[in-house]
């Protein structure tokens, strides 16, 4: 199944989320995605919006917490390892937070890991992400493919003052994508209604005991650097218009960098055997168009919008995480001897986040005995462009070797067990439904260790122990409730 957006009025999450609700993706699995990454803070809540005289589904965040924690990519990334997703949903969430931490951490000049985002927009970001990727896993879309994307026009207030639109972080996840200024460009006259376009709007309240605690949020090219971390925007909703008569931003961080992670091109409407429609509303209304992303869902007619498209600037559409017993994929490889050592952990995540399946170092010694590494990076055929450019745009590399090769993969699923009283996730690998080798996943074991106090070497032998008494080894039967899927 193929997803096209239609994203020319504009983009940001909670529209994108807006419009697969409308077109019937699952709620209450949506829900429970986010549950799986954000316990207990966010309720996601759904109602029926007229803009431009058109209706359509707005997805509204609720946050239920008074005082949640700043976020680094780095902790949103190991949430999402360790959360209960399935693999297609967890894989594009990744993507798409990889993207966003990334071009953040490009505008400010750090590695994309020491990104924070802001308390309450780390939550909304989370809902909007994970929420469109299980979405999509509902629906049974396996690639997607979206229209030009409008930026918007004018200045607006942010931080450091006052700047054109668009915007430093989308201006970068825009980069190699089909982009205009306003729908105004194409209907001269129009007027909206309101200065700015606030497609990122949210209710942002804590509900407690009945009451709700309503907050005032900052601008949003919120970046403070402080002690080497830099804070990206509280929330994924456009500033201040500063230029009387102009919309201001029309397309917000997180909206682009999901439709950069998922969509495998660029496009007009592909031809589709259409099956489902979807109308997600902004928050503003327009009068001169609709402040609306649609979404059209079917049945490519002649492999005109065939899963794993290229992306317009080479990165990797999301496919869905089956796959045949043995794959053609990738393998990426540059010598490297003339790199902080310090970067390379950024260098190997920036890969992952353009689409690599995965990422290592090796050490050589190069001419004349210099130490040095190589770069490692396996891909799928449809990411190795935006992979190769990694290597070549993040590293002192002068070429990329690309070598075309097969592998084969297990089923794997996860299961939690108890230990200490703390989840532990075990990650089991299987063949025809038989077990072949189980193991804890490592941050789930530092969190055991943590929170008992021991040794991670002691907690380490004990789970061990606990996967042998769960009845989780080698020639056992998988258990019905470890859901197995195939690694993308």
């Keep these: 199944m193929h997803a096209w957006f239609d994203i020319s ?67 949103i990334r190991a949430r999402l390892a360790d959360a209960d997703l399935s693999e297609e949903t967890r894989a594009r969430a990744l993507a798409a937070f990889g993207r966003l931490a990334a071009a953040e951490g490009r505008v400010h000049g750090v590695d994309p890991g020491t990104v924070h985002f802001h308390e309450v927009g780390a939550l909304d970001s989370m809902a909007d992400v994970v929420g469109t990727c299980e979405a999509l896993r509902t629906l049974g879309v396996t690639s997607v493919s979206a229209s030009p994307v409008r930026l918007g026009s004018g200045r607006v207030r942010a931080a450091h003052g006052d700047i054109p639109v668009p915007v430093p972080a989308v201006a970068e996840l825009a980069l ?96 589709l055997t259409l099956e489902r429609v979807g109308i997600g509303a902004g928050s503003k209304d327009f009068a001169g168009w609709p402040n609306v992303v649609r979404v059209m869902i079917g049945s490519p007619v002649d492999g005109s919008a065939a899963p794993g498209s290229q992306v317009a600037d080479g990165g990797p559409a999301v496919e869905a995480s089956r796959e045949e017993p043995a794959t053609e994929v990738a393998e990426l490889q540059a010598n490297v001897d003339d790199l902080d050592p310090r970067l390379w952990p950024s260098v190997l995540d920036d890969c992952l986040a353009a689409g690599a399946l995965d990422a290592w170092l090796a050490p050589i010694h190069m001419k004349r005995g210099r130490p040095a590494f190589t770069l490692h990076a396996l891909a799928p055929r449809s990411a190795a462009d935006a992979v190769a450019d990694v290597m070549l745009t993040r590293t002192s590399t002068l070429g990329v070797r690309e070598v075309l090769t097969r592998r084969r993969v297990l089923d794997r699923g996860f299961l939690t067990l108890e230990l200490d009283g703390v989840p532990l996730t075990v990650k089991v690998g299987s063949r025809g439904g038989i077990i072949v080798h189980a193991a804890a996943e490592f941050s789930s074991l530092v969190s055991v260790a943590e929170a008992g106090g021991r040794p991670l070497s002691d907690v380490t032998q004990r789970a061990t122990g606990a996967i042998v008494a769960a009845g989780l080894v080698a020639g056992n039967p998988v258990p019905a409730e470890a859901a197995q899927e195939r690694r993308a």
């Excluded at 609700?21 to 995605?33: I, S, T």
């Excluded at 900052?218 to 218009?241: F, M, R």
């Design 9 to 75: 009025a504009g983009v940001a999450g909670d529209m994108l989320l807006g419009s697969l609700l409308d077109a019937g993706a699952d709620a209450a699995a949506v829900q429970r995605a986010i549950d799986a990454v954000a316990p207990g803070s966010v309720r996601l809540d759904r109602e029926d919006a007229v803009r431009g005289g058109q209706r359509g589904t707005k997805a509204r965040v609720r946050v239920l917490v008074d005082d949640p924690p700043h976020r680094s990519w780095a902790s």
């Design 176 to 271: 190699g994508w089909q982009v205009c200024a306003t729908p105004e460009q194409d209907a001269p006259g129009h007027h909206h209604h309101e200065h700015g376009h606030d497609h990122g709007d949210r209710d942002h309240t804590h509900d407690h005991g009945g009451h709700e605690h309503a907050h005032d949020h900052g601008d949003h090219d919120h970046a403070h650097d402080h002690e080497g971390h830099v804070h990206a925007s509280q929330h994924d909703t456009p500033a201040q218009v500063t230029t009387e008569g102009s919309v201001g931003e029309l397309a917000t961080p997180t909206g682009l960098a999901l439709i950069r992670a998922l969509a495998g091109r660029c496009e007009p409407m592909p031809a």
